[in-house]
């Protein structure tokens, strides 16, 4: 049996994968760390992708000299307010907001019976499918705040197999973020990346954006991989 022909679940990351969602925390990011006085550069932004909350404003407070500048009630503010801006930046998310591809590469796995899950860091991404038009696709969502490690552990990967009752390594995970990518391959899962390989280098596949993600475009892939 070939490694496509194993395959029956699919494990999704949010945030780059299913819609451009970084956008929007990054909006809301940008005026914490403004508040508190870190500068703002492409490199912190890029460094907040894919894991918590909490960790983020870490990273910021950091980045500002001032990581033991707040109490942790403080923090929780600071995190409160970040996450305020962000879902009333989430209430404008229509189903245009798919990332291309998307939509389709998902209903062609439910017609090919693969079971489907999400795994993402996000504690908001039940309000964020709602408003995308794709909660029903997604009845399978693991609660990040039932977890006990971020990505890169892979926790959340293997909790999202178990939601759908199959092995890591009966499944293949979609991510954008080097971290997530990480996890996907402890978990045993088959690590599908979307975006730069020489960022996501432990991703078994890797292509340049959703518009390319099919199933015959993987099946071709793990083919021409396993001739390689």
């Not at 926790?155 to 971290?179: H, K, M, N, W, Y």
């Not at 975006?195 to 959703?210: E, H, K, S, W, Y």
């Not at 518009?211 to 892939?221: I, K, N, V, W």
């Amino acid at each position: 049996m070939s490694r496509f022909e194993q395959l029956q679940g699919a494990l999704f990351d949010l945030d780059g994968v299913i819609t451009d969602t970084a956008r929007l925390h990054a909006k809301a990011w940008q005026a914490v760390a403004t508040q508190v006085g870190a500068d703002w550069t492409p490199a912190l932004a890029d460094s907040l992708k894919g894991i918590d909350r909490m960790s983020s404003l870490e990273l910021i407070l950091r980045a500002a000299g001032k990581q033991d500048a707040y109490s942790a009630t403080e923090k929780q503010a600071l995190a409160t307010a970040k996450n305020e801006r962000y879902l009333a930046l989430v209430d404008t998310l229509t189903p245009a907001d798919i990332l291309p591809g998307i939509e389709a590469f998902v209903g062609e796995l439910k017609n090919h019976g693969f079971r489907i899950a999400l795994a993402s860091a996000s504690k908001n991404a039940p309000k964020v499918l709602a408003r995308l038009g794709l909660a029903a696709d997604f009845p399978h969502i693991v609660d990040p705040a039932t977890l006990q490690h971020g990505k890169p552990d892979p926790e959340i990967f293997e909790r999202a197999a178990a939601s759908i009752q199959l092995p890591a390594t009966a499944c293949f995970g979609v991510e954008d973020a080097a971290a997530g990518v990480t996890a996907i391959r402890r978990s045993g899962a088959l690590a599908v990346g979307i975006g730069d390989p020489a960022v996501l280098r432990d991703a078994d596949l890797v292509f340049a954006n959703t518009g390319d993600l099919t199933l015959s475009a993987l099946q071709q892939r793990l083919a021409g991989d396993a001739h390689a």
